[in-house]
């Protein structure tokens, strides 16, 4: 009744939050869940605008669709915006219903 | 001084609250965290209910408690609510308090 | 392009927030995430003033910092204060930025 899935985390600016959204179910992902966060990351390069609010985007969807999400994020987002992804493997129950159709 | 222990992350609507509070507590949980997020799942047949604000609960339990948890959850709650949930392997600082007694 | 890091959660009183943040960073941390939770721990032998806000922060680090931040929070609040951690193995895109320089 458990399914091995990958936790996609990201967060972000929420200024990109549409378009992470977007690129999460492109993907194929099914669900996605938006939880509001405060992040600051001193090492980063935009680090000034780091602070403050930020969202976290999490998902749960195959190892396949993980790796094409992340690697699409880092494609359009990681040379302009602060973003950090992160996968996580987990068991999920009912998990056949967040696996791509 | 770290023990290997289950997260258990639920995803479900506001509703639900109390009624997962008090299932998690009575399979063993000795503790949870509650985190206001927003979700939303396009493949859920309850997917006209499952915008807007939704919580997230969290445990830390042991792999019998999780199982225990996640099997009530199912036949309680999945037929007739929007909710997910699943498991990832952590290692808990001080984990022995976790431990149902 | 994935690097293993280790994901540490701490879940503490609100007024802790900015000494567990200054203890995150000393160790090696370069950055934090703060989440506003609610929290109940039952069994805690602090539990009257485990109700009601707490937060969560959240860091990825090497598995060597992960230890070091753990091993020093527990000297300096598990003895008077009602704090939880734990450590998740993870996959962080980019990872190498978060490790110590």
């Known amino acids: 009744m458990k399914i091995p899935l990958t936790q996609v ?3 972000a ?10 690129l999460v179910h492109k993907h194929g992902a099914t669900g996605h869940t938006i939880t509001q966060v405060e992040g600051e990351g001193s090492s980063h390069r935009h680090a000034s605008d780091w602070g ?4 976290k985007v ?8 993980a790796d094409a999400i992340i690697e ?12 950090i992804a ?3 493997q987990v068991n999920v129950l009912r998990g056949s219903k967040f696996l791509k159709r």
Chains 1, 2, 3 share one sequence.
């Open 9 to 11: 985390s990201i967060i």
């Open 13 to 22: 600016e929420g200024v990109l939050r549409d378009h992470i959204v977007e």
């Open 52 to 55: 403050g609010r930020n969202i």
């Open 58 to 65: 999490e998902t749960l969807v195959s190892q396949e669709v």
């Open 72 to 83: 699409n994020l880092s494609h359009e987002f990681f040379e302009d915006y602060s973003v």
């Open 86 to 88: 992160w996968l996580t």
